[in-house]
Structures are given as structure tokens and as C-alpha cells.
């Protein structure tokens, strides 16, 4: 038995065992590992307790610190008390470039591409990162899994590769009409000008002009609402027809609270309404959310950019009590909590220079639920390209040319 354990090691990557120790008391120090599969046509993967993946993007561009602070000055205490019953990866760190698209990109893809040059700098890596497969593409392709079954909120969803593309697509609030359908997914829109944040305000616009005068009555005001949004959806039907009831309904109730707009610090907040309602009613076995407000920062305003993290863990704790409570995802689904780059400590509005803070380049995972040990902190140095490969790994499936590697300490 113990020259079994010392071949398992070996084939395994070394767990953070000082933080296991001082975190996980009264858990069994050799807690096993999930074996290593050897897949004919994909690499070594886990197999996890988790069933299904929902992966958060935290916001675009936050600080280490304003996440992981003392109670005091904490932004997001509900995230941090959720790392404190799950794994924290703290000292995870993307390497490459520090901009929303590309480390969205390595996420979804488990590969930096290009390299950078001596002055970090790297445009030709979004362009070869379109073309690399992505976890929604990977994930219904090895398991046959209907368009329903995977879930983009605010990604990119598809890559130009010939093996997979939009036959492989998720469902997705992003794109709408022709015009959409060619844009490539190597770009990532403004803050505020996001895909379904657009979608949104034109339709809104729409409606409210056919509506005109609201009556008194709410029973009227409902009715005449609903069969405005009802015959806006019938004129311009959404790419993606599946989502119409789920947009229909968040349409409704925006107008029906009087607001007909979604400003760009409503971003999230509306996103999360439609990722919920989506996960709601289709039960995707993969999701990825992408939130992004925090980037307001780039406005120099700590207070919007503090409001958008604060609100953003909200939206997360209203996921994690969702996925809790929900008999499909209850116990199934492994939970994953993660940012797209970090932000210098000289200016709140900055992070577009990664050698001049290291705060640039740290960001976190917090992986919580079904697969995820609790009350583990790994102060070990991983890469953000690890988190792709490990969904793609929970789920049965793998990234082609991923750079990354497995997050072990995740599998049960």
C-alpha cells in the first residue's frame, strides 16, 4: 500500500500540504485524489465529484487585496467567507497579457498563445487565441451535449477553428441578427456597450416607443408590455431563440419597475438577472459569467469602482445560494470564482502595465462545491491558464494544445 501511495505521487502534482494543515484540521491528511484517466484522444483528466461547472469571471481588473482584506476593508466579504468553506488558490497569476479579452481568452482556452516580447508587448495573441477551441465548444462536442446544455453570460462563445465553431456554440446573450453573427470573438466591447447590454437598450428603446404613455392601471400597464415585448421579439428574433422566453421575461420586469434603460453600472446587475433565469429554466451543465463593472475604475473613481465589486459579490452569493438550493445543482456542481487580470496599487484606474506593479498580474480562484476541499488555501504559484484546463477536466472532456495544468487540489 505505501509503494501504491508513492506512484500516485508521483504521477500527481504536489498539494500545498502547510496550508492543507493549518486550514483543514480534522481532515484526513491523505485525503485522495481523483485518479488520472488515460483517454485515447485527449490527455490525462479527473474525474471530480462535480457533475457540472459554473465559472465566474469576477469583474474585469480587481485587486487581490480589495477582495481578500480583513473584515474591515473587505469588498466582497461574501466571496471570502465562500473561500474560507472552499479552496483559495492565492497565489494564482496571469503571466501574459493583463487586458479583459486575452485573459478571458486564457481562461476559456487553457493557453497564453503568443508570446510576449521584452516590452510585454503581445496583439497578435488575441487573434491566434480566436482560433483556439473554447471550454463551450470542447464540452458539447465530447459529450454530445444540445446548445442548453452550455451557458456563456457576457464571453465569447465559439472559436474560428475549423473542427468546431457554431455548431458547437452556447446559448449566449451576446450576439443578435446578421451583423453579430460575423463579428469575430477576438475583442472585447466597452464597458457598457457589451453585446447584451446593447441588445438590451435597443429593445427597450423599441418597446417604450411603440407603448408610448404608460396607463394607471399596473394589470393594463403589464398587458400592454407584454405584448409589446412579445411582438419586438417576434420582429427580431434573437440569434439564439431558446433564450426569448428568458429575455422576454427580464424585459418585462425592467419596464414594469419604470426602468428602461441599463446603464453602464447596471451592467452586471443585468447580466446576473439573465444568467440566473437562464440557469433557471434550461439547467446548463456549464456556465461561465462574465462580469465586468469593476472596470469602471478606469473612470479614477474608487467609489464606483468599490460599488461595482461590492455588487458583484452580491451577484455571486446569489448564485452560490441558487446553486445550493437548486435540486439539479445541488451537490453536483463544483463552483469556480476567478478574475481576468488584477489592478496597480499606484492608481485605481490602471492595470494595462504589468511590469511596473505585480499587482497587474495577481489574481485569485476560489473554487467551491461539489469536488472542492474545504478550508484549503494554496500558496503554491499556479497559472490562470489552469483554471480552463481543470472545468474542462471536471466535465470529461479536454482543452487541445492547453497550456495549462490540472489544479489538483480541487479533485476529491
Not at 490525462?44 to 487581490?64: E, Q
Not at 451576446?174 to 477576438?186: F, H, L, Q, V
Not at 453585446?195 to 427597450?204: E, F, G, K, Q, W
Request: glycine share 8%.
Amino acid at each position: 500500500m505505501a509503494k501504491q501511495r508513492a506512484q500516485t505521487r508521483g504521477q500527481m502534482r504536489a498539494l500545498d500540504r502547510r496550508a492543507f494543515l493549518k486550514r483543514a484540521a480534522g481532515q484526513a491528511a491523505g485525503a485522495a485524489l481523483a485518479p488520472l484517466l488515460a483517454a485515447c484522444s485527449a490527455p490525462a483528466i479527473l474525474r471530480p465529484a462535480a457533475k457540472r461547472v459554473v465559472l465566474v469571471r469576477f469583474g474585469g481588473g480587481v485587486r487581490f487585496r480589495d477582495v481578500f482584506a480583513d473584515q474591515n476593508s473587505c469588498l466582497a466579504p461574501h466571496l471570502r467567507h465562500l473561500s474560507e468553506s472552499g479552496t483559495l488558490f492565492a497565489e494564482m497569476w496571469n503571466d501574459h497579457l493583463t487586458r479583459h479579452d486575452a485573459a478571458t481568452l486564457y481562461l476559456l482556452t487553457g493557453r497564453y498563445g503568443a508570446r510576449l516580447d521584452d516590452n510585454g508587448k503581445g496583439a497578435e495573441n488575441v487573434r491566434e487565441l480566436s482560433a483556439a477551441p473554447t471550454l463551450f465548444e470542447v464540452f458539447r462536442r465530447a459529450r454530445g451535449a444540445p446548445r442548453m446544455k452550455a451557458l456563456a453570460a457576457g464571453t465569447p462563445d465559439q472559436s474560428s477553428h475549423p473542427s468546431y465553431g457554431a455548431p458547437f456554440c452556447a446559448l449566449t446573450f451576446g450576439r443578435e441578427g446578421a451583423a453579430a453573427r460575423a463579428a469575430s470573438i477576438s475583442g472585447d466591447p466597452s464597458l457598457g456597450s457589451t453585446p447584451h447590454v446593447a441588445m438590451a437598450n435597443d429593445r427597450l428603446a423599441r418597446i417604450v416607443a411603440r407603448v408610448g404613455p404608460t396607463p394607471v392601471s399596473p394589470d393594463l400597464k403589464r398587458r400592454n408590455f407584454e405584448a409589446a415585448v412579445k411582438e419586438d421579439l417576434a420582429s427580431v428574433v434573437p440569434e439564439v431563440p431558446e433564450l426569448a422566453p428568458v429575455i422576454h421575461a427580464a424585459l418585462v420586469d425592467r419596464l414594469l419597475a419604470d426602468r428602461p434603460y441599463v446603464p453602464p453600472e447596471d451592467a452586471d446587475h443585468w447580466l446576473a438577472d439573465l444568467a440566473l433565469r437562464a440557469l433557471a429554466s434550461y439547467r446548463p451543465d456549464l456556465a461561465v459569467i462574465a462580469f465586468s463593472t469593476p472596470d469602471l475604475a478606469h473612470r479614477g473613481a474608487w467609489r464606483s469602482y468599490a460599488a461595482a465589486v461590492k455588487q458583484i459579490d452580491i451577484h455571486v452569493h446569489m448564485l452560490w445560494r441558487f446553486l445550493e438550493t437548486d435540486p439539479y445543482y445541488r451537490g453536483r456542481t463544483l463552483l469556480l470564482v476567478t478574475s481576468d487580470c488584477g489592478r496597480g496599487d499606484e492608481r485605481i484606474d490602471r492595470h494595462l502595465e504589468p511590469f511596473a506593479d505585480p499587482a497587474h498580474r495577481r489574481v485569485f480562484l476560489v473554487a467551491a462545491g461539489a469536488g472542492a476541499r474545504s478550508g484549503l488555501v494554496v500558496t503554491e504559484r499556479r497559472q490562470q491558464v489552469d483554471v480552463g484546463v481543470t472545468a474542462a477536466a471536471v466535465l470529461g472532456c479536454a482543452l487541445p494544445d492547453a497550456e495549462g495544468s490540472l489544479l489538483a487540489e480541487i479533485a476529491t
